[in-house]
């Protein structure tokens, strides 16, 4: 009985089951796939939340366990730079912003973000750079133009007050 080819792969009729065994399996890895999904949206998605209630150490934890989920989602990378961003890292929160680059379809927002941090560090051209960067990728994007436009606001600002600063040696 045990030695009959196939025996294992025999329900109690006697049937033969070795391919619903296979389709089983699919559809396991199929589950699981979709387990993995459900588990990263949902800890995306309490990031959002902690975030929005400012409670910014459990969204970053929330955010690295998604990491282990998938390492080339931008929202968790965004969600690290935003965090960042909020708690002074700045430099961080670039870096974070940069990686999302690599896996987003919606680059305009990071090339916006990244904008944003440079503008917020004073490094008025490299915000101007980063604002046309958002725009080339989308040019209805209306944060990139207010930011740019700011930044531009700034830079032309700053130069006005240097030149009155240097009339007084003239």
């Known amino acids: 009985m045990g030695s009959e080819k196939g025996y294992f792969w025999k329900n109690a009729h006697g049937v033969d089951v070795s391919d619903n065994i296979e389709k089983l399996n ?7 796939r979709i387990n993995s999904k ?3 949206f949902s800890l995306i998605e309490q990031a959002k939340s902690e975030y929005d209630k400012c409670d910014y150490e459990t969204g970053r934890k929330s955010l690295i366990q998604a990491y282990f989920e998938d390492k080339k989602n931008p929202i968790i990378y965004r969600g690290l730079g935003c965090i960042s961003q909020h708690n002074g890292k700045l430099n961080f929160a670039v870096r974070m912003f940069k990686l999302a680059l690599k ?13 944003m941090i440079y503008y917020l560090q004073d490094k008025l051209e490299e915000a101007v750079k980063y604002f046309n960067l958002a725009l080339d990728e989308n040019d209805e994007f209306e944060r990139a133009y207010e930011g740019r436009n700011q930044s531009m606001l700034e830079m032309h600002l700053k130069i006005s007050d240097l030149q009155d600063a240097l009339r007084k040696y003239f």
Request: proline letters at 0%; charged letters at 25%.
């Open 26 to 32: 699919e559809i396991y890895n199929t589950i699981q």
């Open 103 to 115: 896996y987003s379809k919606k680059r305009e927002v990071e090339y916006a973000l990244i904008g």
């Open 38 to 40: 459900v588990i990263l």
